[in-house]
């Protein structure tokens, strides 16, 4: 029981650690409230969802990057879909990198949006490993006993 306490601090810990370093938003939060008894592993099932349809985009906005003549309109509809992921579980540095890429796009910048892409992947890199540790001590903490349902207005 005090093992797993302690599990349950240090998965708080990392969870705030991940907040304060602006990798994840309110949205990551909000998605874990939404986990329960009968779904105990929803947040990580979404996030590896994400990584699954990301892995898609990347490959296809690397791909299109890589045609001449760059076709914008493409790119920026790849980027829409891949920040509507990252939204959706909360990436915030990665949306970041989103938004500014489609910026890029707007404005015609091949450069830019090559540049942009780098520093995507490189955020993206990060936080996955991020989250695969804050996921590998949440399993091993296992559910807490009804904790996320008493933070919320009744």
């Given at each position: 029981?005090?093992?797993?306490?302690?599990?349950?601090?240090?998965?708080?810990?990392?969870?705030?650690?991940?907040?304060?370093?602006?990798?994840?938003?309110?949205?990551?939060?909000?998605?874990?409230?939404?986990?329960?008894?009968?779904?105990?592993?929803?947040?990580?099932?979404?996030?590896?969802?994400?990584?699954?349809d990301s892995?898609?985009?990347?490959?296809?906005?690397?791909?299109?990057?890589?045609?001449?003549?760059?076709?914008?309109?493409?790119?920026?509809?790849?980027?829409?879909?891949?920040?509507?992921?990252?939204?959706?579980?909360?990436?915030?540095?990665?949306?970041?990198?989103?938004?500014?890429?489609?910026?890029?796009?707007?404005?015609?910048?091949?450069?830019?949006c090559k540049?942009?892409?780098?520093?995507?992947?490189?955020?993206?890199?990060?936080?996955?490993?991020?989250?695969?540790?804050?996921?590998?001590?949440?399993?091993?903490?296992?559910?807490?006993?009804?904790?996320?349902?008493?933070?919320?207005?009744?």
């Open positions: 029981m005090e093992r797993n306490n302690h599990l349950r601090r240090h998965v708080a810990s990392l969870r705030q650690s991940l907040i304060d370093q602006g990798y994840v938003d309110e949205q990551f939060i909000e998605l874990e409230e939404l986990q329960d008894d009968d779904t105990p592993n929803f947040v990580e099932e979404v996030v590896t969802l994400f990584y699954n892995a898609r985009l990347i490959h296809n906005i690397d791909h299109s990057l890589e045609k001449e003549p760059v076709d914008f309109a493409k790119l920026d509809n790849y980027m829409h879909q891949f920040k509507g992921s990252s939204s959706s579980i909360g990436a915030k540095k990665v949306k970041t990198e989103c938004t500014q890429f489609m910026e890029y796009c707007r404005a015609g910048n091949v450069e830019g540049r942009t892409f780098q520093q995507l992947k490189r955020e993206y890199a990060v936080l996955r490993k991020k989250l695969e540790v804050y996921f590998q001590y949440a399993r091993q903490a296992g559910p807490t006993e009804s904790s996320t349902t008493s933070c919320r207005p009744k």
